[in-house]
C-alpha cells in the first residue's frame, strides 16, 4: 500500500526522477536498518554520505551555488517520504538547510558564494544555532553575546537542543550585539560559526525519540569569529534571517507530520486486514474503521495544508501562516495517528520489534520544534487579524 500522494501541484519529470531516486534509497539502504540506528542512538554515518551524493544538502539552495534549486513544494515531497522511513534523517538535513535560506535570504553576495556551495555540497554541513536553557520560542530572550573587538567579534554564551551540534561543523549563529536595542529584535544579528577554538559541543543531549541524529549544547567561551561571517555585513538583520528560516523549517516539520502521520496509517491499514478476532480481520469491526477513516481523513488535510504553505513560499510571499497551520495541523496528526496505531496494533504497538512504538516516541518533538503549537495558533491569529482588518 502506498499512501503518497504525487499529484498535488505541478510535477516535472525532474521531480518525478528525484522522488523515484529516493524511494529507491530507501527502499535499499535505509528501511532494513531504521531499528538498529534507533535502538542504538547511533549517528548513521553511511547515509550521511548517501545524502551527499544524492544532492540533499543542497536540495534547496540555488543551483547556481551548486545546489538543485528545489522547490519548497519538491522538498516537502523528499521531507514526507524520508520522513516515513526514519523521520530522524529529515533533521539532518532540515536544520543545514534552514542555515543555508539564511544564507541566501540575508547574507551578501560575497557570503553566499563563499559559503552556498560548501553547504551544497555537504562539505560544510550543520544547522540552526538559536535555542538557550532560557530562551526557546521568545528568541528575543537570548542571553548569548557578541562584542566587536577590531575586525574580529568575541562570542560567549550557551546555546541548547541544537540539532548536528555534535557531527555538523558550521552553525547559523544567533546572538544579541546589543542587548540594550529597543526593540529588542533590533540588537539581534546572526553569524555562521565553524567551530574550533573556543567554540565546543559540550554534550549529547539524550532524547525519548528522534535517535540517530545528535542534539547537543554548543558553548561559546570568548570564541572569536571574523567579522566578515557577520551575517548581511550588518548588525540588527539576525531575527529577520531566523524567522525567514524557519518558514521552511515549519514547512519541513509539517513534512515530517504528513510522513510519520502516513506510516502509521500504512502499517495499521495492513495490519487490521492480517490481525483476525472474532472470526474476522479487525479491518472489518467499526471501530478500526473509525479510527482508520479518521486517520486517513486527518493525513490527507495535513498533505493540504503543506503544500499550500510550500506555494506560497515558493511564490516568495510572506507565509508564517501557512506555515504555522500546517506544522500545527500535521504536527497534532502526527501524535494522534502515532497513538491511533499503537491501539490498532495492541500489544504489538507496544513492542520495540515493530516501527509503531517509535513513531509514538518521534512524534511529539514536531510539536515542539521550530516553534511550539501552542504559539503556532497564537501566529495564525495575529495574522489573521492583520489580514483582514475591520
Known amino acids: 500500500m502506498s499512501t503518497h ?65 528545489l522547490s519548497a513544494t519538491t522538498y516537502a515531497k523528499i521531507v514526507e517520504r524520508i520522513a516515513s522511513v526514519w523521520m530522524s534523517l529529515t533533521g539532518i538535513i532540515n536544520s543545514h538547510l534552514i ?9 551578501t553576495q560575497g557570503q553566499k558564494a563563499d559559503l552556498l556551495p560548501r553547504f551544497a555540497t555537504g562539505e560544510l554541513r550543520g544547522g540552526l544555532a538559536l535555542t538557550e536553557p532560557d530562551a526557546g520560542t521568545d528568541l528575543q530572550a537570548i542571553r548569548t553575546r557578541a562584542v566587536r573587538d577590531g575586525d574580529h567579534y568575541v562570542i560567549n554564551g550557551t546555546k541548547t537542543w541544537i540539532s548536528n551540534g555534535i557531527e555538523g561543523s558550521c552553525f547559523a549563529l544567533l546572538v544579541k550585539t546589543d542587548p540594550d536595542a529597543e526593540p529588542r529584535h533590533k540588537g539581534m544579528s546572526m553569524f555562521i560559526a565553524e567551530k574550533g577554538e573556543g567554540f565546543t559541543a559540550s554534550k549529547k543531549l539524550e532524547k525519548l525519540g528522534y ?10 567561551d570568548n570564541y572569536r569569529i571574523p567579522a566578515d561571517r ?10 529577520q534571517a531566523a524567522l ?8 519541513n516539520i509539517a513534512a515530517r507530520g504528513c510522513g510519520l502521520a502516513a506510516a502509521a496509517l500504512q502499517d495499521s491499514v495492513a495490519y487490521a486486514q492480517t490481525r483476525k478476532t472474532f472470526g474476522k480481520p479487525i479491518a472489518q469491526h467499526q471501530a478500526i474503521q473509525l479510527k482508520l477513516g479518521e486517520m486517513a481523513t486527518k493525513l490527507q488535510a495535513s498533505r493540504l495544508l503543506t503544500y ?34 499503537m491501539r490498532i496494533h495492541g500489544g504489538y504497538g507496544y513492542s520495540k520489534e515493530y516501527h509503531i512504538e517509535r513513531y509514538f516516541r518521534d512524534a511529539p518533538l514536531m510539536c515542539i520544534g521550530e516553534g511550539t503549537n501552542e504559539i503556532q495558533r497564537i501566529i495564525i491569529a495575529q495574522q489573521l487579524v492583520e489580514r483582514n482588518p475591520v
Open 211 to 220: 535517535k540517530g541524529i545528535d542534539s547537543a549544547e554548543l558553548v561559546f
Open 5 to 69: 500522494v504525487t499529484d498535488v501541484g505541478e510535477n516535472s519529470e525532474q521531480e518525478a526522477m528525484i522522488l523515484e531516486a529516493i524511494d529507491k534509497w530507501l527502499d535499499r539502504d535505509v528501511r532494513p536498518h531504521v531499528l538498529k540506528f534507533d535502538h542504538a542512538d547511533q549517528y548513521p554515518n553511511e547515509m550521511v554520505e548517501q545524502m551527499k551524493e544524492l544532492g540533499l544538502f543542497g536540495a534547496t539552495i540555488p543551483e547556481e551555488y551548486g545546489g538543485l534549486g
Open 230 to 239: 557577520l551575517l548581511g555585513m550588518e548588525e540588527g538583520k539576525g531575527m
Open 244 to 251: 525567514g528560516g524557519l518558514e521552511l523549517g515549519r514547512i
Open 308 to 341: 499550500d504553505a510550500a506555494r506560497a513560499y515558493d511564490s516568495g510571499q510572506r507565509c508564517d501562516m501557512e506555515a504555522g497551520m500546517a506544522k500545527y495541523f500535521a504536527s497534532e496528526t502526527a501524535v494522534e495517528n502515532s497513538l491511533e496505531a
Open 99 to 107: 542555515m543555508s535560506a539564511c544564507v541566501s535570504r540575508v547574507g
